[in-house]
């Protein structure tokens, strides 16, 4: 077994999938049950315009669970892992800004906005350089799981050869119509 085929394994394909779809269904529960809460965080990035806050609370948390769910059922898998790629990608990318800019933030990927109400500047500055560096690792595992499913890894590679079938330039190999024919 290769290197590229222990890394592709499906269990270790199953497994990850599995991890990822569940910290994405984990993390959109919160925010499916409280909109309102989620709501306050959205609006606490200062990314977006007021009126798309409300919008983004209601819709993000859905799309977070079918991707999940996706990831998990194994139905919609590339779309699954392309979503959640997707997902932390922009929480890198929101976290980081509002880094640059000094602006302490909660990530809200696993906490209600009261969370962040008793944390420092100085500890929401930390709690959000180790939320940069989860998002990290998940977009990574993201990717692995879209690279599994599109064909160029693993055992669903399209470098392997079905021994199994009949080459081309076999004799005796001609269809009903090509012997017809000859």
Known sequence: MTLKEKLFHPKLQLLVRIVLGGILVYASWHKIADPPDFAKIIYNYRLFP??????????????????????????????????AGIFFS??????????????????????THASGDGLTPDEKYAKMGKEIFLDSCLVIAALYVLCGTLGCCGSGSREEVDDDSPDDNSPGDESPAEEAAA
């Open 50 to 83: 007021p009126a798309s806050i409300h919008m983004l609370a209601v819709f993000v948390p859905w799309l977070e669970l079918a991707a999940g769910l996706a990831l998990i059922s194994g139905i919609g898998l590339r779309g699954g892992a392309l979503m």
């Open 90 to 111: 922009f929480f890198i990318v929101a976290l980081s800004y509002n880094l640059a800019r000094e602006c302490p933030t909660i990530c809200g990927c696993f906490d």
